[in-house]
């Protein structure tokens, strides 16, 4: 595993330039971050909302469930398009005009008044924000050499956790003092901000040619989407990661407030102490410690695959939390379970650049990402399901556990060795 780490940049030199990032690309990165920011506001302000959504609409578990994946289905289903689109016309453009369109669906939430129509204003949303992420992962791949992709991937994903930690309380500050569709009309407000902010900043930093630059084909870019070993096994392993990650994402304010028997207010802010221990164990170990191994001379793809694998494991102890309803033990299983899924993100994103080409990342990016998110789409609708049945979040954190155990054998078995990489791509 351990070798020169200019025999590390030779073998994956056609993957990504091997300069080191410039500052303008930093800056990109945390631009993408707080549009990760961004982004997960929309989508977990559901999950702070839920409990007066589901009284007003008179909302079963299961309902709830198939309300909360809705956005899923369409961000999914969305993600093979704006994959192509991506690598056509470059970054930019298609990153603008989805900001203003989720920032409609937001919008347009906070006026609906059945079950259909909030399902419909969440299918928008997640049909417009399926580009921000292949846009996203394109840019580190091309921008950032293999020794910077922990720091880079870390800084663009943990604007969507830092959206657990801040915007978390926040919504459920003004859930408190006014109600679930002042919530919506914030978050729509917060989108439009940021269109303008990306507007201003993103051609000053990466004039619109450089995001042109080697672009496919559409050809080119479905016949990347035909899965290799190792593609596959990287699709399964963020697959894994996705269904729990939604399962925690859409249901934890849900399974604090049960399991502790708090106010939803109270809930909403509880569950935004594990993100705080993520966000830090993300930095510390996806971003900084994966890097240092990688500078230190190790193979930036076994790193990442058996790193990948422990904090995989680490989010099992959502089990603990759904047994327990002692404070301490609740928030420490769940603080586990988030943080290992932090590390998961950009450990995965990274390891779908190695796997493919550049010139056809979007498009590759945005198939892991659709099976992924089809992945994800079902976590919501089965714990609801199960919720109703069984009244207890344990048979859900059941099921994660096996979900769990196919990812670990995704990244560690399925995906080939660098080596056999190496040939694959030959």
Same mark, same amino acid.
């Given at each position: ?15 990504? *330039? ?13 631009? +993408? ?25 008179? @909302? ?25 689109? !991506?690598?056509? +016309?470059?970054?930019?453009?298609? &990153?603008? !005009? ?12 906070? +006026?609906?008044?059945? &079950?259909?129509?909030?399902?419909? $204003? ?53 859930? $408190?003092?006014?109600?679930?569709? *002042? ?64 399962? @925690?994402? =859409?249901?934890?304010?849900?399974? &604090? ?20 221990? *993520? ?15 990688? @500078? ?38 769940? =603080?586990?379970? *988030? ?14 650049? +190695? ?15 659709? &099976?992924?998110?089809?992945?994800? $789409? ?34 560690? !078995? ?6 056999? @990489? ?5």
């Amino acid at each position: 595993m351990r070798g020169r780490a200019i025999a590390v940049q030779v073998q994956t030199n056609d993957i990504v *330039a091997s300069t080191k990032a410039s500052r303008s690309h930093w800056v990109l990165a945390g631009l +993408f971050g707080l549009g990760g920011f961004v982004g997960y506001l929309d989508r977990v302000n559901l999950s702070v909302i839920a409990t007066p959504i589901a009284h007003e609409l008179n @909302l079963s578990n299961a309902g709830l469930g198939v309300v909360l994946s809705a956005f899923l289905w369409s961000y999914g289903l969305a993600q093979v398009p704006a994959g192509i689109i !991506i690598d056509r +016309f470059g970054t930019r453009l298609p &990153v603008l !005009i989805s900001v203003i369109v989720w920032a409609i669906s937001s919008f347009i939430s906070a +006026f609906v008044g059945s &079950v259909i129509g909030l399902c419909l $204003a969440r299918l928008l949303l997640g049909l417009s924000e399926a580009s921000i992420y292949p846009a996203m992962w394109r840019a580190v791949t091309e921008r950032f050499s293999p020794a910077e992709r922990g720091r880079a991937t870390s800084c663009l994903d943990i604007g969507s956790k830092l959206s657990y930690v801040f915007g978390v309380p926040v919504i459920a500050g003004v859930l $408190a003092y006014a109600n679930w569709r *002042a919530c919506f009309l914030l978050t729509a407000a917060i989108s439009l901000a940021y269109a303008a902010l990306f507007a201003v900043i993103y051609p000053k930093d990466l004039p619109a040619g450089d995001g042109r630059r080697g672009l496919s084909s559409v050809a080119g870019s479905l016949k990347a989407m035909i899965p290799t070993r190792a593609i596959a096994g990287v699709a399964i392993g963020f697959a894994s990661y996705t269904y729990v990650y939604y399962l @925690l994402a =859409t249901w934890m304010p849900r399974l &604090v407030e049960l399991q502790l028997g708090v106010s939803t207010v109270h809930a909403g802010l509880y569950t935004a102490l594990p993100w705080i221990v *993520a966000v830090a164990g993300e930095v510390l170990v996806a971003g900084f410690l994966v890097d240092r191994l990688v @500078l230190a001379g190790y193979d930036p793809i076994g790193v990442r695959k058996y790193m990948l694998a422990i904090s995989l494991l680490a989010s099992l102890m959502l089990v603990g939390a759904a047994y327990s309803h002692s404070f301490l033990i609740v928030m420490g299983c769940l =603080t586990f379970s *988030a943080t290992g899924l932090a590390i998961s993100t950009p450990l995965g994103v990274s390891m779908i650049g +190695f796997v493919a080409g550049r010139e056809n990342l979007g498009a590759v990016g945005a198939s892991v990402n659709l &099976v992924a998110n089809i992945s994800g $789409a079902f976590a919501p609708v089965l714990t609801g399901f199960l919720l109703d049945r069984t009244g207890s979040f344990l048979g859900a954190a059941a099921g994660a556990g096996v979900v769990i155990a196919l990812g670990v054998v995704g990244y560690t !078995i399925v995906v080939p060795s660098p080596a056999a @990489l190496a040939a694959e791509r030959d």
